[in-house]
């Protein structure tokens, strides 16, 4: 079967302030900017439109901010689930216990992608204090659930010596997928 990828951020709301987080490098955090769900219904007719002239089925890769702090995230995968599609949420570990990560599976959810930019140190100073335990712990808890846990890693001038290390602790920690991208490092 031919898929089509669609990275769609449904919020910019976020537990995290990350050092190389465009929403937050830009000032547009003052006011988080949110979809509604009829917002919400359009995208999906239009990605079905798409979906009919392209012949290809889509794999959406929902994100934010954390997309789980969205208000009508669980209501969004329902309509996901009942099209049929696959998808992955790109998001945070603070608000995932082995009930959510049931819930998302069962709405059709097949990966989830978590963020570690640096061994504990370097990663908690780029994102949030206690953000490097917490990712590690939900990717047990998302396995649990039978979902794929991809780790990424933004490169960037304050971890990219730490990068060899970092692959060790992702192994050990049994990631499913290890991906990485380079930060613009605005600040």
């Given amino acids: 079967m031919k898929y089509f990828s669609f990275q769609w951020h449904i919020t910019e709301e976020c537990d995290q302030r990350c050092k190389h987080c465009y929403i937050y490098a830009l000032g547009s955090h003052a ?47 329902e309509r996901v689930k009942k099209k049929g599609w696959r ?59 039978s979902i794929q846990v991809a780790c990424m890693t933004t490169v960037s001038k304050w971890n990219y010596q730490e990068i060899p290390s970092l692959i060790d602790e992702v192994v050990k920690a049994n990631f499913d997928i290890f991906a990485f991208a380079r930060s613009e490092e605005r600040r």
């Fill in 87 to 145: 998808m992955a949420i790109l998001g945070n570990p603070f608000h995932i216990d082995l009930e959510s990560a049931k819930r998302m599976h069962e709405c059709g959810v097949r990966k989830y992608q978590l963020s570690l930019d640096g061994l504990k140190p370097t990663h908690d100073r780029i994102r949030m204090e206690g953000s490097y335990d917490a990712t590690i712990k939900t990717v047990k808890t998302l396995q649990k659930a």
């Fill in 31 to 77: 006011q988080f900017k949110m979809m509604t769900l009829s917002e919400m219904d359009r995208v999906i007719d239009n990605i079905e439109t798409f979906k009919k002239k392209a012949n290809r089925e889509p794999y959406l890769y929902i994100t934010g901010g954390d997309p789980i702090l969205h208000p009508q995230f669980w209501e969004l995968l």
